[in-house]
């Protein structure tokens, strides 16, 4: 960065701003923890969407455990994957996505590839159940093009995989065209695409249909219950 003459007048246009070239910036990240409600009435909307939960967990940094409440049917865009997320403080935190009550929450968008990515994240709990029992939580991914998931884990590589991920007691489909495949758990591509070190992959008392294969497992190392 390089200064140039003193500016002749408080009008900071393009001939009186006293810098050239591209000053460096930076983005300070918010420390969060809680629990979040995501739904039609609040402030965030979407899981997936802009200004959706998935991406202010991105763009901040975790000092406790996060708990995502689905008040509402959601429409999905799919634009923003949930990432591998930073900590501070003890750290090993979880995030758990699960309905607000008894009633049947439907999450749906129409996307090539997966609707609901975890990308390379760890410790994360997609529950549909309330107060211990039943199937509230419907995801489906709507799109008629071939090659989809509703929920998709991606490894970026070896040491990069999701780690410790459970779904349970939901209802998942893929969409209707060719190689559409529930949950898919892999690399990013799909379908079946091997990826590194997805570790502790759990599927429990789900309701899997309408796919290619209900569920597939392309990690290295891990394991489907």
Sequence with gaps: MQLIDD????????????????????????????TFLVGSSETFKSLTGNAS????????????????VVKSNLTETGLHPLNAFGEIGVGNYKITI?????????ITG?????????????????????NGSGQ???????????????????????NAGANNITIRNA?????????????????ETIPYSAGASNNKISIVNNRIMRGSVG????SVVGFVS
């Design 110 to 130: 129409s996307y090539v590839g997966g609707l609901i990515r975890m990308n390379g994240t760890d410790r994360v709990t997609i529950d549909g159940s309330f």
């Design 98 to 106: 699960r309905p607000v009550s008894d009633t049947l929450r439907t």
């Design 171 to 187: 209802i998942i489909l893929a969409g209707t065209g060719g190689n559409a495949i529930p949950i898919h758990i892999g690399a």
């Design 136 to 158: 509230y939580l419907r995801i489906e991914n709507s799109t008629a093009t071939s090659n989809n998931a509703a929920i998709q884990t991606i490894s970026a590589g070896q």
């Design 7 to 34: 500016p002749t007048s408080v009008n900071l246009t393009a001939v009186n701003f006293p810098l050239i070239g591209t000053p460096n910036s930076y983005r300070i990240a918010s420390a969060i923890s809680g």
């Design 215 to 218: 569920v597939y497992s392309g």
């Design 53 to 68: 939960i998935f991406e202010h967990i991105n763009n901040n940094i975790l000092s406790g455990d996060v708990n995502i």
